[in-house]
Each structure stands twice: as C-alpha cells, then as structure tokens.
C-alpha cells in the first residue's frame, strides 16, 4: 500500500490533509518539524512526501537538500506562499508538483492520481537515452547531434516536475513534439495533451476557444462550450504562438496560470483547472516583449524552464538520419519501401533547410511521390546550401535586386541589407521581412520557408506592418 507523509506545523491542516489521503487509500503519518520527519523517514520510507515550505526548525527546502533520505520518494510541496523563485528552487531539488494552501479535494486528488514513483520514471529515462546511439531517437526526437543530447537532458530533467516550460525556436523545428516529449514523459501522461496555435485562431474567437462559453454569451452561442483548460483537466496544454495571442487575454491567462481559475465566457461562476501549460514561440521572447506582443509579466511566469530547439542547419549531421527515418514511414504507409542514393544524402545533408524540419519532411515526402523505383536519386531533392539573407551592422540601409537566377525550388537570392548599429530587434525582424518579400516577388510561400517561419507568422507580420502605416507598400492578401 501506497505510504504518504505530512511534513506540517499547521496542526489543523495536517489532520485535515490526513483524513482526506486517508480517504484515498494510503497510509499516512503526520510530522510537525524538519527533525521529526528525519526521523519518521529512517522508520519508514515514504512513497510520496507533502512538505510544508514553513516549519518551527527550518524551511521544507532544507529536506528537499537531503535528496538521498528521500531517493524513492515523491515530494509535493504544500504552500500558502507559492512563488517562481520556489518553483525553480523546487525543481533543482527534486519536487515534483504544488498543492497550494488552502487545500481542495480536487487538487489533492489530482497529485494522487498522478503519483509515480522516481524509480520508474527513471527507469523509464534510461531506457530511453541508451536508445539515442543505436537508433538516433529519444521518443518522437530525432537527432544525435551534441545540441540535441543536450536538449534530451533538459527534458529529462523537466517532464517529471510540473513546472511550466517555454519551447523557442524557428518556425519549423519541432517545438511541438518537444512539448508531447515532455508530456509522454510526465505523471500526467495517462490524461489528454491538447495543442492550440494562438496564431491560428480568430482573436474573436480564441477567448471562447481557451476558457469556454456559455449558451447565448453571444451571436451563435447555442449551447455551452468547454474550452480547452477544461478539456485538458489533469493533462497538459501547448499554447503555441504564445505571442500572437491578444495581450487582453494574456492577462487572463496569467491569472490561470498564478490561481488556477478561470471563468468561461458570459459565466459569472469561476471553474478551477488543474492543466500543465507548455508554452511556445518562434520570436526571441525579450523581443516580442520589447515590441508589446508578449507581456513582461506573462513571459516571467512562463519561462520557468526555457528550452531552445536548435535548428536544422545547425545539426546538418543529423539530417540523414531523419531523412531516413520520414522516408521508412511513408514507405509504410503506401507499401513500397524506398531508399536514397548516396548522391541524395549528400544534397540533402548540404541544404540549409530554412523550413526545418518541417521542410525536410515535405522534401523527402515529395521525393518518395517523384521517384520512379526504388532509389531516390539527387533529382527529386532541393538543391544544395541555400544563400542565407546576410544582416550586416554599418551607417546606412540599402537592398539589391534579387538575384534573376533565383528558383522556386532553391530558394536562393542574393538579395542583402543592412542596418545601422543600434536599430531594434523589431525594427531589423520587419526590414527582413520586407526585404526578403521583395526579393521572393512577394511569393509568400517562398518567403516564410526562406526565413523560417509559417505562413501564418509571416501574414501575422505583414498585418501588424501594413496597421503601422505602410500599408501601401505591403500586401496581405
């Protein structure tokens, strides 16, 4: 039987919190302080320890310190003082989730329904690391480049905690299945995993969308509606495009995210969530907060635990490998298996894949449809080593023609700019934009896969340019 126990100098709460665990099924012993607790742990190994941060001889961190008394133990922390510093400090030293003071029912059912012991998830971590080098792939990753090992540890390290993570990197680059990574590898794994794209949804209906609605809180509201917060209840949400969602309900979100309440559209009832939020974003974050597309606030919350996808050009050496790997999958979805030649791994492990890993997929997937037998020659591939726009510092701004002998398959120009030292990351994210639209024809297509970003961003962008007065010189549609 499941053994739990409370570390509290609250007496009251203690009892309480003892008699709804009790409840439940487990077994549990009460301490009052750090001293008494070494002590009821050399009798008896707990499985799953709720630690109080405020105690008579100590804080709760001191035994979170003595991680070898508690190697198979779960630690929860029971605070009424839940903060980012505790959350981080937390994470350094083992914990594995919050309950915040006062304690409900439905919190506390919610971290018992997700208790595992760290013996497993470990074990579960080894078996996949020692699959990276025969394979070359931890879960859904691929990839034995040296940023990509360092990435599988930061994951590790993060999914069996409930901390919040925020995912960076180009568009392109897999930031979502970083996020079900983490999710197939925490304790809330046996419930849902839902990703919304905040970029991809009508601001006017994305409130509705996140939270919910009532029947009849506006035009076309027949019944009421769960939105995603509810829908995930016990798993975990990706918000991708973190910063193309509206800054009005970027407070909002924020509220969640510090209460764990909300209320759905035309409610006056606030709803409690329990919801692990992964967060993601193709922008440098400091620069979408510069800009005013993220709040200062907001991006502090989410990045307790930043991870930073690094892109396809800069682990070429794993693009045969992926190759391989997409190609073996659409072999067995159509039924005919089809290899490379070595001409063919060589151009693809030469482009720069400026759409990432995304691009790389759909290149291979258009190579399989092309070929006619069995090997995929270099003809069916993109060509080699795409020119990058270079952004040069200097006194002055300047843009060449494109290059004539730019091709749609390439995606090549020799299009350039550049920009006077001290011009912003806003100012120099929309002089690139513009200047790779032209050299592209306004090609926008072309233009999101040269820059690395989706389509949607780059019409995302184009808006906002065309609302700051220049519009006469952007088109949108």
């Known amino acids: ?41 050399a009798l008896q190994q707990p499985d799953i320890v709720l630690l109080d941060l405020q105690l008579p001889d100590g804080s709760g961190m001191d035994l979170l310190a003595d991680r070898h008394m508690l190697a198979d133990s779960e630690i929860v922390l029971i605070t009424g003082h839940a903060s980012l510093e505790t959350s981080i400090q937390a994470l350094r030293l083992g914990a594995a989730d919050y309950i915040v003071k006062p304690i409900n029912m439905r919190q506390l059912q919610g971290v018992l329904s997700r208790f595992m012991k760290p013996a497993v998830l470990k074990a579960e971590v080894e078996v ?6 025969p394979s070359g792939h931890f879960g859904q990753l691929w990839g034995r480049a040296p940023s990509m090992l360092r990435l599988y540890e930061q994951i590790t390290r993060v999914a069996g905690t409930s901390v919040t993570v925020f995912i960076t990197g180009e568009s392109g680059s897999g930031k ?27 601001p006017n209906l994305i409130e509705s969308e996140i939270f919910g609605h009532e029947k009849g809180s506006f035009t076309g509201a027949d019944r009421q509606h769960l939105g995603f917060f509810e829908r995930a209840s016990g798993g975990t949400l990706f918000l991708d495009e973190i910063t193309e969602m509206p800054m009005e309900l970027q407070v909002k979100l924020l509220r969640v995210l510090e209460t764990g309440r909300f209320m759905r559209v035309g409610s006056t009832l606030t709803q409690e969530t329990d919801v692990r939020v992964l967060a993601a974003t193709n922008r440098l974050p400091e620069q979408a907060v510069a800009s005013g597309k993220l709040r200062e606030d907001l991006f502090y919350r989410l990045n307790v635990f930043p991870i930073e ?18 190609l073996a999958a659409f072999g067995v979805q159509q039924g005919q298996a089809k290899r490379f030649s070595a001409a063919a791994l060589d151009r693809l492990s030469r482009h720069r894949w400026p759409g990432n890993v995304r691009e ?43 290059d004539p002998r730019a091709t749609a398959s390439s995606q090549t120009c020799d299009e350039s700019i550049t920009l006077p030292i001290g011009t912003s990351m806003a100012q120099a994210e929309r002089a690139l934009i513009l200047a790779t639209l032209r050299a592209y024809h306004h090609h926008k297509e072309r233009t999101a896969a040269a820059l ?20 006469s010189s952007v088109d949108v549609d």
């Open 128 to 133: 996949l690391v020692s699959q990276v080098e």
């Open 176 to 202: 979502e299945v970083v996020a079900q990574t983490v999710h197939d590898l925490s304790r809330r794994r046996k419930q849902a995993f839902l990703a919304i794209n905040c970029g991809a949804i009508s």
């Open 452 to 471: 690395g970003i989706s389509l949607k961003t780059l019409y995302n962008r184009l808006k906002e340019y065309a609302g700051d007065g220049i519009g």
């Open 1 to 41: 039987m499941t053994h739990a126990l409370i570390v509290d100098d609250d007496v009251d709460s203690a009892s309480t919190l003892k008699a709804l665990i009790a409840g439940e099924g487990l077994t549990v012993a009460v301490v009052h302080s750090l001293r008494d607790a070494r002590r009821q742990i």
């Open 309 to 326: 996808l690094p892109p396809l050009r800069d682990r070429l050496s794993d693009v045969p490998l992926l190759a391989q790997h997409f």
């Open 360 to 402: 790389l997929r759909n290149a291979v997937q258009r190579a399989y449809v092309m070929s006619a037998g069995e090997a995929i020659d270099a003809e069916c591939l993109p060509d080699a080593a795409p020119a990058a726009l270079p952004v040069t510092p200097t006194a002055s701004a300047r843009a060449s023609e494109p």
